[in-house]
């Protein structure tokens, strides 16, 4: 079976991909921690923000098969 080619990476497209994710997961994080302090279950808003980072994980990798 051939080998499935896969379209180029703009690279320019995934770093702004890239930093939108991470100011998100920034911002997300300090929602956290000051809805933990205040004593908000804060598990949903923690399951979202990891899958979050896994997006922001899968957007870095591509720029290291990229390379």
């Not at 890239?18 to 929602?31: F, I, K, N, S, T």
Request: hydrophobic share 35%; charged share 35%; glycine share 2%.
């Amino acid at each position: 079976m051939a080998k499935r080619k896969l379209a180029p990476i703009n690279i320019s497209t995934r770093q702004s991909e890239a930093d939108v994710l991470r100011q998100r997961l920034e911002a997300g994080y300090e929602r956290i921690e000051l809805a933990r302090q205040s004593g908000v279950d804060t598990r949903t808003w923690e399951e979202f923000w990891v899958n979050l980072l896994h997006e922001y994980e899968t957007v870095c990798d591509q720029f290291d098969e990229a390379a």
